[in-house]
C-alpha cells in the first residue's frame, strides 16, 4: 500500500513564514526601546549635557560620551553596514543580529543612511537563516 501524503495546510505554511519576520520584529522592537531610552533620557536632556559638562561630572557621563561619539563618528551605522555585509557572506546568525541592532541603533541615533542598508541585510540573513534552520529540522524528522 502506498502512504497518502497530506500537504500542510496553507495556516501551517504562512506560520512558518512569519516566524522569523516575529524574531526580528521582537529583536528591533528591543533595540528601539533602548536606543529610544539612551537618546531621550541620556543624550537630549540639557541638564544630562550640563552635568556631563561640569566639572565634576557622574561616573556615569562616559554612557553619554560614548554615544554621541558614536553617532557623531557614524560608528553604529558602520558597524551595522559591516555585521550586515559579514553576515550576507558568512550565513552567521549572530552577526546579523548585531547588524540588526546596531542599525536600529544607528537609526534612532540621528544617522540612518547606513545604518539601513545594514539592518536590511541583518534581516534578511536572519530571516533566510531561520527558514533554513526549519527545513533542515524538518528533513531529519
Given at each position: 500500500?502506498?502512504?497518502?501524503?497530506?500537504?500542510?495546510?496553507?495556516?501551517?505554511?504562512?506560520?512558518?513564514?512569519?516566524?522569523?519576520?516575529?524574531?526580528?520584529?521582537?529583536?528591533?522592537?528591543?533595540?528601539?526601546?533602548?536606543?529610544?531610552?539612551?537618546?531621550?533620557?541620556?543624550?537630549?536632556?540639557?541638564?544630562?549635557a550640563a552635568t556631563c559638562l561640569g566639572q565634576t561630572p557622574p561616573g556615569w557621563c562616559w554612557v553619554r560620551q560614548a554615544l554621541v561619539v558614536g553617532f557623531s563618528r557614524n560608528l553604529f551605522a558602520?558597524?551595522?553596514?559591516?555585521?550586515?555585509?559579514?553576515?550576507?557572506?558568512?550565513?552567521?546568525?549572530?552577526?546579523?543580529?548585531?547588524?540588526?541592532?546596531?542599525?536600529?541603533?544607528?537609526?534612532?541615533?540621528?544617522?540612518?543612511?547606513?545604518?539601513?542598508?545594514?539592518?536590511?541585510?541583518?534581516?534578511?540573513?536572519?530571516?533566510?537563516?531561520?527558514?533554513?534552520?526549519?527545513?533542515?529540522?524538518?528533513?531529519?524528522?
Amino acid at each position: 500500500m502506498s502512504e497518502r501524503v497530506i500537504p500542510p495546510s496553507v495556516p501551517l505554511q504562512l506560520k512558518a513564514l512569519l516566524h522569523p519576520q516575529l524574531k526580528i520584529l521582537i529583536i528591533g522592537a528591543v533595540a528601539s526601546a533602548v536606543a529610544l531610552g539612551l537618546r531621550y533620557g541620556v543624550v537630549e536632556p540639557e541638564s544630562v549635557a550640563a552635568t556631563c559638562l561640569g566639572q565634576t561630572p557622574p561616573g556615569w557621563c562616559w554612557v553619554r560620551q560614548a554615544l554621541v561619539v558614536g553617532f557623531s563618528r557614524n560608528l553604529f551605522a558602520l558597524s551595522s553596514l559591516v555585521a550586515g555585509v559579514l553576515a550576507t557572506a558568512t550565513r552567521f546568525r549572530w552577526l546579523a543580529v548585531i547588524a540588526i541592532v546596531m542599525g536600529v541603533m544607528g537609526s534612532i541615533l540621528y544617522r540612518f543612511e547606513l545604518a539601513g542598508v545594514g539592518l536590511l541585510l541583518g534581516a534578511l540573513v536572519f530571516a533566510r537563516s531561520d527558514i533554513e534552520r526549519r527545513k533542515d529540522a524538518g528533513s531529519k524528522q
